[in-house]
């Protein structure tokens, strides 16, 4: 294997004509310089230098590794330089994937303070909602996934790195006209009879678990992943819907009203990420702005 620092001394002997001039332009012994080319053309495989007397003249072989040297030894200076940027945060790339929800109220500070904080370091935002985000993130499409779930499943993300962020409440949504539209507290069995606007997949699985654990199935007339339709249909006195607060956060229930429902659900929001890319300074940057997000 042919080293960068012997290319660099094979470029000085070939540039100045001699080891001795070789090794006062790189600051070592002349030993050195001879050591570290005897190196080179083992690895090589082949003369690199023909010494007559004191003069000193390279090979076809030599001649074509200078060649190649100066713009190999020019890559691997810009490949350290950029490294070094990216390690110090003045560049860098994070590949944010987030549900909807997450996106309108988490993600925009955190990425302002990013920004703020680190203007060199670019990140890219694409929404979906888990399980698929995770699968994104397992097959190297997103550095960071912005997920959640409702109660811990054994061996689910035990290959990730998560950061917990917050707990996210679901409350219930009825129309602004509705019998129990005033009330302090509804038990979910009071709802029993209502028609039901459901959201995700997983929201979904989770309103029918909740719903039959209290003794009934809900009648489910719309299904929509996007959180301002379900508040639109709900308004419209269309049903009643459980909603995280979180979805709640940038969206006006117009026409529709809150309610704490019982018994209280949660769901666990978190930042995931592979164990490798948690060492990489902007994604480690950008899940500390995650959860300073999250504590405001």
């Known amino acids: 294997m042919i080293e960068a620092r012997h290319l660099r001394v094979l470029r000085a002997v070939s540039t100045t004509g001699s080891?001795?001039?070789?090794?006062?332009?790189?600051?070592?012994?002349?030993?050195?310089?001879?050591?570290?080319?005897?190196?080179?053309?083992?690895?090589?495989?082949?003369?690199?230098?023909?010494?007559?007397?004191?003069?000193?003249?390279?090979?076809?072989?030599?001649?074509?590794?200078?060649?190649?040297?100066?713009?190999?030894?020019?890559?691997?200076?810009?490949?350290?330089?950029?490294?070094?940027?990216?390690?110090?945060?003045?560049?860098?790339?994070?590949?944010?994937?987030?549900?909807?929800?997450?996106?309108?109220?988490?993600?925009?500070?955190?990425?302002?303070?990013?920004?703020?904080?680190?203007?060199?370091t670019q990140v890219s935002l694409v929404e979906a909602e888990p399980p698929h985000s995770v699968e994104m993130l397992r097959d190297g499409d997103c550095d960071i996934a912005l997920a959640f779930r409702y109660g811990a499943v054994g061996g689910e993300w035990d290959d990730l790195v998560v950061r917990p962020l917050l707990r996210d409440r679901l409350v219930g949504l009825v129309p602004e006209r509705h019998r129990l539209a005033g009330a302090d507290a509804v038990g979910i069995g009071e709802l029993a009879d209502e028609p039901w606007i459901a959201g995700c997949p997983r929201c979904r699985r989770q309103l029918v678990e909740v719903c039959e654990s209290t003794g009934f199935t809900p009648r489910i007339d719309f299904a929509t992943d996007d959180y301002p339709a379900v508040i639109g249909l709900v308004g419209a006195g269309l049903g009643v819907a459980v909603l995280p607060e979180l979805a709640l956060e940038s969206v006006r229930p117009k026409g529709a009203r809150t309610v704490t429902v019982e018994p209280a659900v949660e769901r666990e929001i978190v930042a995931l990420t592979l164990p490798d890319l948690a060492r990489v300074p902007a994604v480690a940057a950008t899940l500390d702005q995650l959860s300073l997000a999250a504590a405001r």
């Open 19 to 120: 080891f001795s001039a070789a090794a006062r332009e790189l600051g070592c012994t002349q030993p050195a310089v001879s050591q570290q080319m005897k190196a080179l053309e083992t690895s090589a495989g082949t003369p690199l230098l023909i010494r007559t007397g004191r003069e000193m003249r390279l090979t076809q072989a030599g001649e074509a590794l200078v060649r190649h040297a100066s713009g190999i030894l020019a890559g691997l200076t810009a490949a350290e330089e950029e490294v070094a940027a990216i390690a110090g945060l003045r560049a860098g790339r994070v590949r944010l994937v987030s549900f909807p929800s997450g996106s309108s109220t988490l993600v925009p500070g955190a990425l302002a303070a990013l920004r703020a904080a680190h203007p060199g």
